[in-house]
């Protein structure tokens, strides 16, 4: 297992890969603050990283065979993008997420009151595509589910 805490610092781009023939068969984060312009979850290893309300994310790529987990901890993200794989993303308030795209495969968003904000889409992009709400959706004016 690898683990990997950040608690400050900028960051253009974080990677947490990994295979399944190697050690890295589960790799665990927490970013607690700091500023990432892009955090890659990938591979076939699974992937469970925790954000904080302290930490500044601006696009989450979701792509591999692996389960990724992302639990969002007040953390406010501008993009979420799914490319392939299952994917769970847990919210612990409304407008946490911007735009989200599910490209190919899974992804499972839970929470309680997330909704789609003014100039934000959620969109699926292939018949392989697939979002499933847990809980409550609600599209705010300007907002499109498409």
Partial sequence: MNTVNISGGTFDRVIF????????????????????GSLLLEGASD??????????????????????TVNLNG???????QYQGVATVNVT???????LYVSNGTMNVAGSALAIADGNTYRLGTSGAQLNIVDQLTVKRGGTLN
């Fill in 17 to 36: 890969t990994g295979d399944t023939n190697s050690s890295a068969t589960f790799n665990v984060g927490t970013i607690s603050r700091g500023s990432i």
């Fill in 47 to 68: 992937n469970t990283v925790d954000i904080s309300s302290n930490a500044v994310v601006s696009s989450l790529q979701l792509d591999g065979s692996g389960a990724n």
């Fill in 75 to 81: 953390a406010s993200i501008d993009l979420v993008e």
């Fill in 93 to 99: 308030a409304s407008d946490l997420m911007g735009s």
